[in-house]
């Protein structure tokens, strides 16, 4: 066994099984390298994708919103318009009146102008609360964007620790060869 050890330590102390040895090593390293290069570009690929899938829904939803919007402003212009002929005509109608018997249209008058300002009044709070609902949307994109920084920056912390990871196991792998070398020298 003495011998065996000697023959083999002898073997192995020779130039060219260095060189092939280190050739060995040198080639797992190429092909750790050429692994790496592969999963970034992986992550870099799906990276992209998240983001234009995000960037595709942002999209899609401020169009879905400008569209309930331009549809919500057009059927209030034109309930607002309807409101202004029905309001025209009662004027007409009480000035016809008017004529005829002053008393009973004053009061009907100020039942019109009452409820001219209700309506007014609740086409302004329509208003503001379409103002309201608005905010909360612009809220609501904010919020998602921060998350989806969020969620990049994990991802990046991530791919950051897994770096170190690969950097330490093959600081550990030279250093278990590099004790290996000297155990063998000591031999």
């Known amino acids: 066994m003495i011998i065996q050890n000697a023959n083999k330590i002898a073997f192995e ?3 060219r099984v260095k060189a092939f ?30 983001e234009e899938g995000w960037m595709q829904l942002e999209k899609q939803y401020m169009r879905d919103y400008d569209d309930n919007l331009k549809k919500k402003l057009k059927a209030e212009y034109q309930k607002k318009m309807d409101n202004a002929k029905s309001i025209t005509k009662q004027l007409n109608e009480f000035r016809n009146r008017y004529v005829k018997q002053m008393q009973e249209d004053f009061l009907e008058g100020e039942l019109l102008k009452k409820q001219v300002e209700d309506d007014i009044e609740a086409a302004r709070q329509k208003e503001l609360d379409q103002i309201e609902a608005n905010k909360r949307i612009q809220a609501d994109q904010i919020n998602a964007n921060r998350q989806l920084e969020e969620i990049k920056l994990q991802q990046k912390q991530k791919e950051i620790q897994e770096d170190k990871d690969i950097q330490k196991f093959a600081k550990n792998k030279d250093r278990l060869d590099q004790l290996r070398r000297e155990k063998e020298k000591d031999r």
């Open 13 to 15: 102390n020779q130039d």
């Open 21 to 50: 040895k280190s050739k060995l090593m040198m080639c797992d390293n190429i092909d750790e390298i050429k692994k790496q290069k592969k999963l970034q570009k992986v992550r870099e690929k799906r990276d992209k994708d998240i």
